[in-house]
């Protein structure tokens, strides 16, 4: 039996009964044989990158830094996920830290493709098979999330991945919610950005129909692949917005507000719809056990 997660830890009101399954406005899914197509496909690919990942340490920086990119879209696109980006970067040559909100472990891949960098995860993916070492090679910060005492040297350790340039992707919001509703930026990330003096790049993420990228609650990894496998038609919406200044802003609170209506407001103009407004008007259980990120 699973201990109870510390209450200080972000806490999502999705489940994947309610937020995850086909039975959503818009969501089809694919023949049998094609899901099973698209499934075999997606994880011979991240195989492949497994395999090839020492042969890549030794290849130039801007080389590497293309094969990273070309093989995180080719994860999405073998699971039959199509990929549209909106917006420009911010400039290169100086530190960036890029937040998103986070609803899949689609959004790790997806943002690696566009804007790769050192990413933030927490601390159990370590332990994933053959995801968790590729993870650490890649040079992912892990978090301990269930210890307080911890989060400060996470902040100076992202502060020091920014110094010089670097980019690290973080998402505030601290656990995967299914796209219908959203979590609050929590405020310790962005002290690393003012730390660094780095930017903060804002990044928007959606799926259409949001369904079945959901990875939400205590969702296993195994029923959320076989549920983006069988998608019809899904679709990944990676929008880049206007960077923001860390100079403007002396608190990370504030910093961290900026950012969360920065993303909020770039869906403001779309059609308002509950989290459970389709599923049922009955709250779901609060869950947050498994999230990628």
Request: with cysteine.
């Amino acid at each position: 039996m699973n201990a109870a997660p510390p209450p200080w830890l972000p806490a999502a009101p999705c489940t994947p009964g309610r937020c995850g399954a086909h039975h959503g406005p818009g969501c089809a899914t694919v023949r049998p044989a094609r899901a099973v197509a698209r499934l075999t496909a997606g994880l011979a690919v991240v195989l492949a990158g497994v395999l090839l990942a020492p042969l890549t340490a030794l290849l130039p920086a801007h080389v590497r830094l293309w094969w990273v990119r070309w093989w995180c879209r080719a994860v999405v696109r073998a699971f039959g996920v199509r990929i549209r980006v909106t917006g420009a970067p911010a400039p290169t040559g100086g530190p960036l830290l890029v937040v998103a909100n986070h609803i899949s472990w689609l959004d790790v891949p997806l943002l690696a493709a566009v804007l790769p960098g050192r990413m933030v995860a927490k601390r159990e993916i370590r332990a994933w098979p053959v995801l968790g070492p590729l993870a650490a090679r890649g040079g992912t910060l892990f978090i301990e999330r269930d210890r307080l005492r911890a989060l400060p040297g996470t902040v100076q350790e992202m502060a020091r991945a920014l110094t010089g340039g670097g980019r690290v992707i973080v998402f505030p919001e601290g656990s995967t919610w299914c796209g219908r509703a959203a979590g609050t930026f929590r405020p310790a990330p962005f002290q690393a950005a003012l730390d660094a003096g780095a930017a903060v790049q804002p990044v928007r993420l959606d799926y259409r129909p949001a369904g079945p990228a959901a990875f939400v609650g205590d969702d296993p990894l195994a029923a959320s692949l076989w549920r983006i496998a069988a998608a019809r038609g899904l679709v990944a919406e990676l929008r880049i917005l206007d960077p923001i200044s860390s100079i403007r802003y002396t608190d990370r609170r504030a910093l961290a507000r900026a950012a969360q209506r920065a993303v909020a407001s770039d869906s403001a103009n779309r059609p308002s719809v509950s989290v459970h407004q389709w599923a049922g008007s009955s709250p779901a259980a609060v869950s947050s056990a498994r999230t990628p990120a």
